[in-house]
């Protein structure tokens, strides 16, 4: 999984074979999504959006067929235009250039869930795990759709599958944690808000956690 270390130590190098060949499709790609993961994660700021989508512009420019280029241009469109259409289009490029790309279903499942697809979300991302049954990150993903979908049963037990592969994931931890809370598990909640704060004490997930824990128990 990415980090913000990691981030930083991808961009630079991102950056530098760039320097050497300015018209690496790879290497752009590279650069838009760390650039991107970087501000997901708040270690950017907005203003950094102009870097993602320049790169991502001039590596599908340079590679119209380049699959993740075309799910960078949706994510920028969702997640920063709020152009639920743009980021449609987007996908759909993506989708028929690999229907079962599993970065591909993996970022199409905000989409659905965002337009209130939860069924086709879940479809998305069961097909994705097909292929990667052992991916944390694909189980966390699964886990946010049956969050989303008020499955906080099945939501808690996708975490712990996700738990069970990796126990630093901190994004397992948090829903744990989140999930105990939404089902009145006190002990349990407090249990794994201690273990987040041990392996990941700053970043969006930290906040969504608090925010879980506090409406559940004051």
């Known amino acids: 999984a990415f980090t913000p270390t990691g981030n930083e130590t991808a961009i630079r190098l991102f950056r530098s074979v760039l320097d050497e060949v300015p018209d690496h499709a790879p290497a752009l790609i590279g650069l838009a999504a760390t650039t991107f993961q970087q501000l997901r994660y708040g270690a950017l700021g907005c203003d950094h959006y102009a870097t993602v989508r320049d790169a991502t512009e001039r590596a599908l420019d340079l590679d119209p067929e380049a699959v993740l280029g075309h799910v960078l241009r949706a994510r920028v469109a969702l997640y920063h235009d709020r152009n639920l259409r743009a980021a449609a289009d987007a996908f759909g490029e993506a989708l028929a250039l690999d229907r079962d790309h599993v970065d591909v279903l993996k970022e199409y499942v905000w989409l659905l869930v965002v337009t209130g ?11 994705a795990l097909e292929y990667d049954p052992l991916s944390v990150d694909l189980l966390c993903t699964r886990a946010e759709v049956l969050r989303y979908a008020d499955d906080a049963e099945g939501a808690l037990a996708t975490y712990r599958r996700a738990h069970a592969l990796d126990l630093r994931y901190a994004r397992a931890i948090e829903g744990l944690a989140s999930m105990h809370a939404a089902l009145g598990n006190r002990d349990e909640a407090f249990r794994y808000l201690d273990l987040y704060r041990r392996h990941a004490p700053t970043g969006y997930w930290r906040f969504r956690v608090m925010g879980a824990i506090a409406a559940a128990f004051g």
């Open 117 to 127: 697809h939860d069924a086709e979300a879940l479809d998305a991302i069961g097909r």
